[in-house]
């Protein structure tokens, strides 16, 4: 079955750099939009990147900059580069996959940015 697991959070100081993993299994992975979100307490779940299947890319306003989305499509993994990293971008990160009418979810990995 369909499964994605995120990888790669953790706490880091303002100012720092984290990279998230997504490796994706039992999805054409090829064929898929994939996207992360984030979701912080009391918030609502939000997108922060997507990345199509060919390979076009769109950022929250928040992250542009400072975020960068990847896909390898060899190792059915996705990336989120994050750099520049603030307090108000701790949350837990999502990874989603979209193909027609099916969409996945990853459990999520939490990332925490202080001092």
């Known amino acids: 079955q369909a499964q994605l697991v995120e990888s790669g959070g953790g706490l880091v100081q303002p100012g720092g750099s984290l990279r998230l993993s997504c490796a994706a299994s039992?999805?054409?992975?090829?064929?898929?939009?994939m996207s992360w979100y984030r979701q912080a307490p009391g918030n609502q779940r939000e997108l922060v990147a997507a990345?199509?299947?060919?390979?076009?890319?769109n950022y929250a306003d928040s992250v542009k900059g400072r975020f960068t989305i990847s896909r390898d499509n060899a190792k059915n993994t996705v990336y989120l580069q994050m750099n520049s990293l603030k307090p108000e971008d701790t949350a837990v990160y999502y990874c989603?996959?979209?193909?027609?009418?099916?969409?996945?979810w990853g459990q999520g990995t939490q990332v925490t940015v202080s001092s």
């Open positions: 989603n996959a979209k193909f027609i009418t099916s969409v996945y």
């Open positions: 039992g999805i054409p992975f090829n064929s898929n939009d």
């Open positions: 990345i199509t299947r060919g390979g076009s890319t």
